[in-house]
């Protein structure tokens, strides 16, 4: 009982001295907090103030426009001169009957050649870059009509300023037509007699909360980086390069405690920012500053429950990104390589929150448990008043329980013994660590190499591409890889390859556990679909290759062949290199990395990584190749030639993995 006082009390100090540190550095925090809270109204009266300029001088500035109006009837063509010429200011120039005649020609074919032969006959016409052409010719569609073309060039702002007025005033003219025809065949439009109306039944409040669901998660994200890093940086890196940490941690006092104090201080530094910038953006909305998309809803019409219960579920999400920034900082060895982390970190976090800004995304207690993707789309459902309990709940607390497993990690590492002997043991560490990192380097080798040779192969021909990738491409890697291998450990290639005869039980869990994994892979895509949907033209790609091969043949090609030499390579060569002296977890975690970037597709990559990760299990558990060739082969197998069968949609199937799994559990084989 009197450990825990101490240790809020060690918490405490911690914290009031890195806050401290933080108000002491002013420059930083004028920039960190207070000059980005100024920037707003700034911002937006200066985007209003440049699109009014910007209209104002566009609509000033005098167009010109060449004309060749010799096939239109002369009413038409006295009536589109004059409504030309309301376009003011506007020059217009005549061009001789039939000059045009040569571009009509070349409409009739669509072509590289035909489009860069248009535009050399229309510069010849129209020397001028900023002019547009006006042309009148036959309408392919009906015999006695007339087709007016604008030809411009939509890289200098002239020309498409000129198209545009023209375009208005032609569309004035040919409404004028239509209706004057109308009139004269049917006296009148009969369509007039049936007119419709919109009428949107969501409320103000429901439309501004639709507004700022969508667009506060990233905003708070991008803010809490840029105002926590700053504090990260001064309380981890900065205080490792100054050397000032080590007086701290060798105090009689737990790492864990220094660092829950320090990531207090960043949340803080966080929070502080994200309400400073948020109170500042609401305002500048509400007072109508600028051409904000939504303003008029959302400023003032959102209720302050919905505020109140959106800041409920954003403080998670403020922990979490306050414990990943403590955690990438606590493992920088320098202030400037901590500030090389921001960069990806920034990219990694803003991608989840974004999901919030797709409304065809909707979330449920599975979406819910992903890292800021459900604390973002628990935000938006929350502003918008649709957000159900259940999900919303599974969101708070996994988004805390992240939160605490990225300090805990933290905690782990930012220890005295760690900290004080780091430097010392790097160079050593790398030494040791030689085999694994060849390892690593070869599996990205063999990741590149499928990309470029083997995509160049496939892209030439589908079928004998995939067969040299797999059959000639992936055996040479493996070849390569192994040499150093083989070299370094000095043992034979069969050893190094796992190349022994497995328990016939680890050859019956591999059996069992490919169908039913194969079912949890398609569930998966499946749920996948609505956060991110597979392009039609990907389907039809896969189906094209499967499409010219007969049963035996895709089996052979689609699943025997990668069963066989992706494990040889993955499995045998690289996964050989990585286990001398890397821990199983940090071997099978590489290998689901490799195998998931090795597939190029993000629509594929989480299965494929997370067989790839199964199947380096299953190779050190059996310590044999001839499980995880098995069952890779019949997990292909089964989504290409099973899948249809009515067996496969049996609920029993996804409930093989228990007896897979049971059936790991007896010891490899001994070796002699």
Excluded at 219 to 241: D, I, P, T
Excluded at 272 to 286: C, H, K, P, V, Y
Excluded at 446 to 451: C, D, N, P, R
Aim: overall charge neutral; some cysteine.
């Amino acid at each position: 009982m009197s450990q825990a006082p101490k240790a809020r009390s060690v918490r405490r100090i911690v914290f009031k001295n890195e806050v401290l540190i933080l108000l002491r550095d002013r420059r930083a925090l004028f920039a960190g907090l207070v000059l980005p809270v100024l920037l707003y109204p700034l911002v937006f009266l200066g985007q209003g103030w440049l699109t009014r300029f910007a209209e104002e001088s566009t609509e000033s500035r005098e167009v010109l426009l060449a004309l060749e109006l010799s096939a239109a009837p002369e009413a038409q063509r006295t009536r589109i001169l004059a409504l030309l010429e309301q376009r003011v200011p506007v020059r217009l120039r005549q061009l001789e009957p039939g000059a045009t005649a040569a571009i009509w020609d070349l409409s009739q074919v669509d072509t590289r050649a035909s489009r860069a032969r248009e535009r050399a006959l229309v510069r010849e016409l129209c020397p001028d870059p900023e002019e547009a052409l006006v042309s009148a010719g036959p309408d392919p569609d009906a015999p006695r009509g007339v087709l007016l073309r604008i030809f411009f060039d939509a890289t200098h702002e002239g020309s498409r300023e000129a198209a545009k007025r023209a375009s208005l005033a032609l569309g004035e003219c040919q409404a004028e037509v239509h209706a004057a025809r109308l009139e004269e065949l049917l006296g009148g439009d009969p369509a007039a007699a049936l007119v419709h109306e919109s009428r949107d039944l969501a409320l103000a409040e429901d439309l501004g909360g639709a507004l700022l669901g969508r667009m506060l998660p990233l905003f708070a994200v991008l803010v809490l980086l840029s105002a926590g890093s700053y504090a990260a940086l001064s309380a981890f890196a900065g205080e490792r390069e100054a050397g000032t940490i080590e007086t701290l941690l060798v105090q009689p006092v737990p790492g864990s405690d220094v660092v829950w104090g320090k990531a207090g201080a960043v949340l803080l530094t966080g929070l502080t920012a994200l309400g400073l910038n948020l109170a500042s953006l609401l305002a500048a909305i509400s007072l109508g500053l600028g051409n904000f998309p939504g303003s008029a809803e959302a400023g003032g019409h959102v209720g302050p429950e919905r505020f109140f219960y959106g800041a409920l579920m954003l403080l998670p999400l403020c922990l979490l990104i306050s414990a990943v920034l403590c955690l990438v900082c606590g493992r920088a060895r320098s202030f400037r390589e901590g500030q090389h982390y921001l960069l990806p970190l920034s990219l990694l976090t803003m991608l989840p929150a974004a999901l919030a800004m797709m409304d065809e995304v909707e979330l449920d207690p599975l979406l819910a448990a992903v890292p800021i993707a459900g604390s973002a789309l628990a935000f938006r459902d929350v502003m918008v008043g649709n957000l159900a309990l259940f999900p919303g709940l599974v969101a708070w607390v996994a988004t805390l329980l992240w939160s605490a497993l990225a300090l805990s990690s933290l905690g782990t590492i930012f220890d005295a013994e760690r900290v004080l002997v780091s430097e010392g043991s790097e160079e050593e560490d790398a030494q040791r660590r030689v085999q694994s990192r060849k390892a690593i380097a070869w599996g990205f080798a063999g990741v590149l190499s499928v990309y470029v040779l083997g995509g160049l192969a496939q892209g030439a021909h589908a079928v004998w591409g995939l067969a040299l990738t797999l059959w000639l491409l992936l055996p040479l890697l493996s070849l390569l890889a192994l040499r150093g291998t083989l070299r370094r450990a000095g043992e034979g290639w069969k050893s190094a390859l796992f190349w022994h005869l497995p328990r016939s039980s680890h050859l019956l869990a591999a059996l069992l556990a490919a169908p039913a994994l194969a079912r949890l892979s398609q569930a998966w895509i499946a749920w996948q679909e609505q956060v991110l949907p597979l392009p039609s033209s990907l389907v039809e790609a896969d189906f094209g290759v499967l499409g010219e091969l007969s049963g035996p043949a895709a089996f052979a090609l689609l699943a025997l062949s990668p069963g066989i030499c992706e494990e040889l390579f993955f499995r045998g060569a690289i996964l050989s290199g990585l286990r001398r002296d890397l821990s199983p977890q940090k071997c099978i975690a590489w290998q689901a990395l490799l195998f998931g970037a090795v597939h190029a597709s993000i629509y594929r990559f989480v299965p494929s990584a997370l067989l790839g990760g199964l199947l380096a299990a299953l190779t050190l558990r059996s310590r044999s190749l001839l499980p995880a060739m098995l069952l890779h082969t019949s997990y292909n197998g089964v989504l290409i030639l099973g899948s249809e069968s009515p067996w496969f949609a049996a609920d029993w199937v996804p409930w093989l993995l228990v007896p897979a799994a049971l059936l790991l559990f007896v010891p490899a084989r001994a070796r002699a």
